[in-house]
């Protein structure tokens, strides 16, 4: 049934929403599946892999410093004696919840601002979107740089300033979409009933503009997962002792030259796994909405 057949018994037609046969596009797609698969494996990491790795990750052994890998350490020990394989595993939990919450900040803060310029439009649309275009034409790290020096360093602060500086990307996405579902007859019917601007955007139009908000907001995962880590190499981010990959890379990325690769390689290589796999699911989910 069409979002006009019966707009007062059908407050939220869901004309473009998520349906069954996206679910099920989504389990035929090889590369939604694969990128699932490998989020979902350092999601286990996160969760679980202080149980089952080998070594303490915080641990120092100066005896066994700069080994290479081996049986007994497999991606060897960082330049005091620290298990790398413990730390590449227990080091997903920092990177995965600081990204995915600053995504969500995002998210619902973009959301918002979309619906409100692409709804309301005329002076509110200008106001806001030039506001939001020049705070977009700065650089995220520089906005990030200067919010955590004023502000301190901690979690918290990374994951509003990241939230912050993307929030006005998920805002164009969603307000070209408003955009386009504002014009349609069901939003002129909630209107003719004298529901609420609130009303209007939040039930009758949000529920249609669900698919762009689900593709930007994992395409911003991916970006958010560099960013924490790029934030922590600089020594902005997430702080020590934490395993964090992006902090691990910063504090043995000069053991390079010397020949100790391996303290750093492994700790990259997550990262880059990582972001592949958002990516590839976040193909899946365009792919998905799209077919």
């Known amino acids: 049934m069409s979002a006009t057949d019966s707009p ?4 939220a037609p869901g004309r473009r929403g998520p349906t069954a046969e996206v679910f099920f596009s989504l389990l035929r797609s090889g590369t939604f599946l694969t990128g699932l698969g490998i989020v979902l494996f350092w999601i286990a990491c996160a969760l679980f892999g202080e149980h089952f790795v080998p070594y303490d990750p915080l641990a120092d052994d100066i005896i066994n410093a700069l080994a290479s890998p081996s049986a007994e350490h497999w991606f060897g020990t960082d330049q005091i004696g620290r298990d790398v394989f413990s730390r590449v595993i227990v080091g997903s939990r920092d990177i995965l919840t600081v990204a995915p919450l600053a995504t969500l900040l995002a998210t619902v803060a973009g959301t918002a601002l979309g619906l409100f310029t692409g709804y309301f ?26 919010a955590i020096v004023a502000l301190g360093t901690s979690k918290t602060t990374v994951i509003v300033v990241i939230g912050l500086s993307f929030a006005p990307i998920i805002a164009r996405t969603v307000r070209s979409a408003v955009l386009a579902e ?3 007859d069901y939003v002129a019917a909630a209107q003719l009933r004298h529901e609420s601007a609130l009303h209007t955007m939040f039930v ?8 762009p908000i689900l593709v930007e907001t994992t395409v911003r995962l991916g970006y958010a997962i560099f960013a924490v880590a790029t934030l922590s190499f600089m020594g902005f981010g997430i702080q020590p002792p ?3 990959w992006g902090l ?16 750093v390689l492994f700790d990259a290589l997550a990262i880059a796994s990582l972001v592949i796999g958002v990516n590839l699911a976040a193909d899946g989910v365009h792919g998905a909405f799209n077919d």
Do not use: K
Not at 8 to 11: D, F, Y
Not at 204 to 211: A, G, H, K, T
Not at 248 to 263: A, D, E, K, L, V
């Open 248 to 263: 691990s890379i910063s504090s043995n990325y000069g053991m390079i030259g010397g020949g100790f690769w391996w303290t």
């Open 204 to 211: 009758e139009i949000l529920p249609n503009v669900i698919p």
């Open 182 to 184: 504002r014009e349609l």
């Open 121 to 146: 439009r005329g002076i509110v649309d200008d106001v806001i979107s030039r506001i939001l275009e020049a705070f977009m034409a700065i650089p995220v790290v520089i906005v990030a740089l200067l």
């Open 8 to 11: 007062a018994t059908s407050p």
């Open 242 to 244: 934490s395993p964090d």
